[in-house]
């Protein structure tokens, strides 16, 4: 339930529009952690479920003959069980009906939308993920969906001045009793993790030919981070035979005690690359805490993650749709470039970052008569148009196993070969960074304008001074920041998506070529007092 009224006299401390990441909400759920008061409380949760309830039921165009439902799911944090209840609270108090799911994944919370399934009151008509990805144990947030995919940012900040108006009312009992209506919708609780399973089941068996275990004398360790990812060892690779003895941290601990859930973290994927070897298994699959981004490793100890991950998935989707284009996000390297085209015979459109960005540019191309089948970040967030554009980690893996069972149907052999010869050939730079470039927004420099501005005029510096180097070659075509190439590599400075710091990625086939990058990008730099170039100068060893 609910925090009791008697917190009720700090109510307007909140804004509501600062709990906006993106196309999420996200806030500081649980104290203790110096400075980073709490903002996502009970109440404010409930004031976001009675904001999406008043969307859903706009867009919805309800007109009372039947009661909208949405389903919710969390995954392993500490603070879930009480957002779960505190935003079902705020939806049925608004007169819908709620579906718990408990432990569950982003992507089958998506799914539960589209799920034709009468004993599991689906489909949803809305759906709430309650996550913050990967970030600390005090941090928590939510994603929404309906049936036409995850919502974008002009929907969540519509939700979040719904909620905020809802919020307001809380500031007395009268008002709390009004705005939290009846109550009279019911909350039911449903384990749905089981279906998903079962379809991800169900579409690598229908890859091999309908064998019933595609998979038998296969080795496969899973590493769930103590994420929601658990269930994919023992509720989809066992079913299909697989052996996934040497699993590791299964169990949900929201408080990650053995390292970060992060495709991305060095640390992450070196304890999923030792699991492997040391269990001398087949193929090592990692998740981050809610499921929707994955890594892969063989049974060499190769990581397929980033733009090893991006190779590997635009062979298979290739392979099955000839030609079409692959949309990735801004930081993809150059040799991924000559490996889709020159290699696959694809097409790479590199776009901004965001998961979101990158699908819906995907589904933008389609719209308009260019073919794309996939759609991956760097970070791991890939989605594919044959599974309605969702960023979904587990079925990311469901592609791969299903190439590692039809390879064995065709005679070619086990193991995690198969996977490694389909990225043969995918130039990999020697040195690869990405350093973060702060802008100081109490500086006088900014003269009291916006960070944005004055990050957009660095960009600019940086791009009129490789204009008159010639050295340098401008990307004739980029949708973010300035990319330059030089030296036998490549620099990426671009504005981040919502702080002011100015991320710039270098790769190149030497330290020494890294510098050069490095020193072009710093000699603009300087000329804005207000840049903290540390990181870069450490790097250039300035």
């Known amino acids: 339930m609910a925090a009791a009224p008697s917190t009720i006299s700090s109510l307007d401390n909140i804004d509501f529009q600062k ?19 709490v903002n996502l409380t009970e109440l404010v949760a409930e004031a976001i479920g009675a904001g999406f309830a008043a969307w859903l039921l706009e867009k919805k165009k309800a007109d009372g003959s039947r009661r909208l439902k949405v389903s919710i799911g969390h995954d392993s944090r500490i603070s879930a069980k009480k957002l779960q209840d505190a935003i079902s609270q705020g939806i049925a108090g608004a007169g819908l009906d709620v579906i718990q799911y408990g432990l569950a994944s982003t992507p089958a919370m998506f799914n539960s939308t589209i799920t034709e399934d009468e004993a599991l009151f689906c489909p949803a008509d809305g759906s709430i993920m309650i996550t913050a990805s990967h970030l600390p144990f005090n941090r928590n947030g939510f994603k ?3 049936n036409a995919g995850g919502l974008g940012k002009a929907d969540i900040k519509e939700i979040l001045g719904r909620a905020a108006e809802f919020y307001r009312n809380l500031n007395s009992t009268d008002g709390l009793k009004n705005s939290r209506g009846k109550g009279s919708a019911s909350i039911e609780q449903v384990d749905y993790m089981s279906v998903y399973a079962s379809d991800l089941v169900k579409a690598v068996r229908k890859a091999a030919g309908n064998k019933e275990k595609p998979l038998e004398g296969f080795h496969i360790v899973v590493d769930a981070g103590n994420g929601a990812g658990g269930f994919f060892a023992a509720k989809v690779l066992e079913p299909l035979g697989a052996i996934t003895s040497g699993s590791q941290f299964l169990e949900p601990d929201g408080l990650f005690p053995n390292h970060i859930p992060n495709p991305e973290d060095k640390t992450a994927m070196r304890a999923i690359t030792e699991a492997v070897l040391h269990n001398k298994a087949d193929l090592g699959i ?6 929707d981004r994955s890594a892969a490793v063989d049974s060499n100890g190769r990581e397929f993650n980033r733009n090893r991950l991006i190779a590997l998935m635009s062979s298979i989707v290739l392979e099955e749709h000839p030609g079409t284009t692959i949309v990735t996000d801004s930081v993809t390297s150059d040799g991924l470039t000559l490996f889709i085209e020159k290699k696959l015979g694809g097409k790479h459109h590199r776009f901004k970052r965001g998961y979101k960005n990158v699908i819906d540019e995907a589904i933008r191309l389609n719209s308009i008569g260019e073919e794309s089948h996939l759609a991956i ?3 791991g967030h890939g989605a594919l148009k044959e599974n309605h554009w969702l960023d979904d980690g587990a079925y990311l893996m469901v592609k791969i196993l299903n190439k590692l069972a039809s390879a064995r149907a065709s005679g070619l052999g086990g193991g995690s070969q198969v996977l490694t010869d389909l990225v043969e050939g995918l130039q990999e730079p020697a040195v690869a960074v ?3 470039l702060k802008i100081n927004q109490n ?6 304008g916006p960070f944005r501005d004055y990050g957009e005029a660095v960009l600019k510096h940086v791009e009129n001074l490789v204009a008159s180097d010639p050295k340098l070659v401008k990307a004739p075509v980029n949708y973010e920041g300035v990319r330059v190439s030089g030296f036998g590599g490549w620099f990426l400075l671009r504005l981040s998506l919502h702080d002011p ?12 070529d890294a510098i050069k990058l490095g020193l072009t990008v710093l000699a603009a730099a300087k000329e804005f007092p207000a840049l903290d170039t540390s990181a870069l100068d450490k790097f250039v060893r300035v």
Not at 26 to 35: C, P
Not at 286 to 291: K, L, Q, R
Not at 443 to 448: K, S
Request: proline letters at 8%.
């Open 443 to 448: 500086h006088p420099d900014l003269q009291g």
């Open 286 to 291: 990692i998740f981050d805490t809610d499921v």
């Open 501 to 512: 710091v100015l991320p710039l990625n270098i790769e190149a086939p030497s330290n020494d």
């Open 377 to 379: 970040e760097t970070s």
């Open 144 to 146: 929404f969906f309906t």
């Open 434 to 436: 990405e350093l973060r």
């Open 19 to 37: 709990l906006q990441n993106g196309s999420d909400i996200r806030g500081v759920a649980v104290a203790g952690v110096e400075g980073e008061p």
